[in-house]
């Protein structure tokens, strides 16, 4: 009954490998988001999707590729991967309104780069 | 861009104190949001805030929206345990605007 689930939990690569974080929801909300957590636990909004168009789009490497095949799933897809990319990536959703509503987030990637 | 500056950065508290905490921006903001990220999972929803004054409970937990619409505050009473964790705020400057967090307060309960 897994509301946001952010697969997979761990990954752990070498430098310069290409790899993807999947993510579905099961809320029926039409928006989804990709967080990145770093070290010092600071949460920044890296995209957004509504409806699978791209909303938000941070100064992010383009190197790192959302994907959104349908309203509940938004894949992140990274290349050439960075020692810097190393963090934690959340998943997270909400339903777009008038009023601003609550997203609710996946437990997380945790992306090790050795 | 916007930046929530949260205080204490980190507190040390006995089991049953009550606790304090807040937000600040040099922003306006329309929506305030609570949340507490344990160890090892993500962020979890506590309280939401949507109007200016608003002052909403969630058992223990005690949130207000501060009139200047440029602060939110959190309290705990009675702390527990299971308290532990890191509490962050987060805010909406605008309808469809993007969701900016605090940078957190970590709070530590001994028995």
């Known amino acids: 009954d897994t509301a946001v689930s952010q697969t997979p939990k761990y990954l752990v690569t070498q430098m310069g490998n290409d790899k993807s974080i999947k993510c579905e929801q099961n809320?029926?909300?039409?928006?989804m988001y990709w967080y990145k957590q770093d070290s010092k636990k600071f949460l920044k909004i890296m995209f957004s999707?509504?409806?699978?168009?791209?909303?938000i789009n941070e100064t992010v490497p383009n190197r790192f590729s959302p994907k959104s095949p349908d309203k509940a799933h938004l894949n992140l897809h990274i290349n050439s991967l960075e020692l810097g990319d190393s963090a934690v990536y959340f998943c997270?959703?909400?339903?777009?309104?008038?009023?601003?509503?609550?997203?609710?987030f996946g437990d997380g990637t945790r992306l090790s780069i050795l | 861009g916007q930046q929530l500056n949260q205080s204490p950065q980190s507190m040390f508290i006995q089991e049953g104190e009550d606790v304090s905490m807040n937000c600040t921006s040099s922003?306006?903001?329309?929506?305030w949001l609570w949340y507490k990220q344990d160890p090892g999972e993500g962020p979890v929803l506590l309280i939401a805030?949507?109007?200016?004054?608003e002052l909403t409970s969630n058992g223990r937990l005690t949130a207000q929206f501060g009139i200047t619409r440029k602060d939110s505050f959190l309290n705990i009473s009675a702390s527990i345990p299971s308290d532990v964790g890191i509490y962050f705020c987060a805010g909406f400057t605008g309808t469809a605007s993007k969701l900016t967090f605090g940078t957190g307060t970590r709070l530590q309960v001994t028995l």
């Open positions: 999707y509504n409806n699978k168009e791209l909303i």
């Open positions: 805030l949507y109007k200016a004054g």
């Open positions: 922003s306006i903001f329309n929506t």
């Open positions: 809320l029926g909300h039409d928006t």
């Open positions: 997270a959703s909400s339903q777009q309104g008038q009023n601003n509503q609550p997203q609710h």
